[in-house]
Each structure stands twice: as structure tokens, then as C-alpha cells.
């Protein structure tokens, strides 16, 4: 089994910068690829993903804008978010997998929140 747990959301000003962290612990050796997803409403969308290969994945809206990365020894992942709007608002959950996917989905951390004021 895998735990995730998000940190680094927050209040910002439309136009800001956030960085969130996805730390991983448990069976962290079976990790083949962290993701991003946000929920404002029923769907949970996927933001942006990342394999061990270092492929990435990033959604439209996401691109230009939003950065995955991951640090494998330290169990961690990592996304920061540039010039946020208030579109940006919404709960934001880590996710990993075991399988080498850009859509992870195996585990689930318990959300951040990220608010941007206008």
C-alpha cells in the first residue's frame, strides 16, 4: 500500500504562484507515475502526470502554465502552478500508480485546496 499526502494549497491572488507537494510513503518502490487531478465540481479532471521515464502529460489548461515533476528519492511530487486565475479553483489530489501510465489512478491522496481570488 501506498499513503499520499498533499500539501501547499492555499488562498492566492489571481496571478500568483503555488507549489504543491504530494508526499508518498508505505510501498513507494512500486511508483511508476504521480498525477495531478482538481475537482471544482462532480468530475475530477486530470491537471498534469509524470512516469518514472520522465514522460509528461499536461491538460490544456494546464500547459504554459502548471509543472510536474517528482523526486523518486524522496518519494515526492511535486506541481507548481504559475499566473493562476480563479479557474484554477478547485481541490487538488495527488494521485500514483504502480503501472508505468500517464492517467495514474492506483492511489489517492486526501486534497489540497487551492483558492484564487480575483
Known amino acids: 500500500q501506498v499513503q499520499l499526502v498533499e500539501s501547499g494549497g492555499g488562498l492566492v491572488q489571481a496571478g500568483g504562484s503555488l507549489r504543491l507537494s504530494c508526499a508518498a510513503s508505505g510501498d513507494t518502490f512500486s511508483i511508476d507515475a504521480f498525477g495531478w487531478y482538481r475537482q471544482a465540481g462532480e468530475r475530477r479532471v486530470l491537471v498534469a502526470a509524470i512516469?518514472?521515464?520522465?514522460?509528461?502529460y499536461y491538460a490544456n489548461a494546464a500547459k504554459g502554465r502548471f509543472t510536474i515533476s517528482n523526486d523518486y528519492a524522496k518519494n515526492a511530487a511535486y506541481l507548481q502552478m504559475n499566473s493562476l486565475t480563479p479557474g484554477d479553483t478547485a481541490v487538488y489530489y495527488c494521485?500514483?500508480?504502480?503501472?508505468?501510465?500517464?492517467?495514474?489512478?492506483?492511489?489517492w491522496g486526501q486534497g489540497t485546496q487551492v483558492t484564487v481570488s480575483s
Open positions: 494521485a500514483a500508480d504502480r503501472a508505468l501510465t500517464l492517467r495514474p489512478d492506483d492511489y
Open positions: 512516469s518514472s521515464r520522465g514522460n509528461t
